[in-house]
């Protein structure tokens, strides 16, 4: 099975489409993870520099596009337009897979049925898989409640970030890894970024205070890696993804981060290319 590592555009956000793709390219990256702005200029930049890329250095470069509504007081039928709108816009940029912030934490079980629905009919009539990522305040929030949606939708893609899990249960989940266990074969994609019981990030996860966690998160890894083998899939898709402020931790009054987000991720990739 080939692994393939995304860069992500988040807090890259100062550079332009062509200026991003470039550097990614450079530093060995096999495609791209990108919440696309409202920006007609980025858009067309973008889809210009990803079309020559495909063309003259990597046919098999990657497209994610992320889906991830602003926070909005709404019903849940205009939550429900707006993810529509938002889907149908990111297929009509043909990505290769769509990773989506999917319903609200809050919204009852059969209201985020509704709204996977939308995502797999999409999906199916475009033949654009679309994941669902594990996130606080999605309805993918916590692991026990997650588990009775595959009674409805058996298939449902994820896209693994543990670290919302963590922070949720306030655990390094060692009393629901049996739990944990059971979403294994419905994993895609990986957001390989190492939280903690209070925050969805370590401000640096190399740091030797950080390692037993590093390693933690690795053993998922490397476990759901197993059991896509298993199943004979191809490819496994993975974002180190670090983030910025507010995700990274700042030193008081300077507002400088702790480390810097670019080349932590950068290591994170170089560091599972070896483990992996």
């Not at 890259?12 to 702005?37: D, M, T, W």
């Not at 449902?156 to 249960?169: G, I, P, Q, R």
Request: aromatic fraction near 14%.
């Amino acid at each position: 099975m080939e692994v393939k590592y995304c860069c992500t555009y988040w807090g890259c956000e100062h550079q332009s489409a062509k200026e991003f793709l470039l550097r990614v390219i450079e530093n060995g990256y096999h495609g791209v993870e990108i919440n696309v702005p409202d920006n007609a200029h980025f858009v067309r930049e973008f889809t210009e520099a990803l079309e020559e890329i495909r063309n003259t250095i990597n046919p098999h470069f990657i497209f994610i596009a992320q889906q991830v509504l602003p926070p909005k007081k709404e019903s849940v039928n205009d939550y429900v337009k707006r993810v529509n709108e938002r889907l149908l816009y990111l297929t009509s940029l043909q990505p290769d897979y769509i990773n989506s912030h999917t319903g609200k934490d809050y919204f009852s079980f059969e209201d985020n049925c509704r709204i996977i629905k939308v995502a797999e009919n999409i999906s199916n009539d475009t033949g654009i898989p679309v994941w669902h990522e594990i996130h606080r305040g999605r309805f993918t929030f916590h692991l026990q409640t997650l588990l009775p949606y595959f009674n409805v939708f058996p298939d449902l893609k994820l896209t693994a970030d543990f670290s919302h899990f963590c922070v949720v249960s306030e655990s390094n989940l060692e009393d629901q890894y049996d739990l944990l266990k059971q979403i294994y074969p419905n994993i895609k994609h990986i957001h390989a970024r190492v939280g903690f019981e209070q925050s969805a990030q370590v401000n640096n996860p190399f740091a030797p205070e950080w390692r037993t966690y590093l390693h933690m998160y690795l053993t998922w890894w490397k476990e759901i890696m197993e059991i896509q083998k298993n199943k004979n899939n191809s490819l496994l898709t993975i974002t180190p993804e670090l983030g910025p402020f507010p995700y990274m931790p700042q030193e008081p009054f300077t507002q400088k981060p702790l480390c810097q987000q670019w080349d932590v991720n950068l290591q994170m990739k170089n560091y599972l290319l070896e483990k992996l």
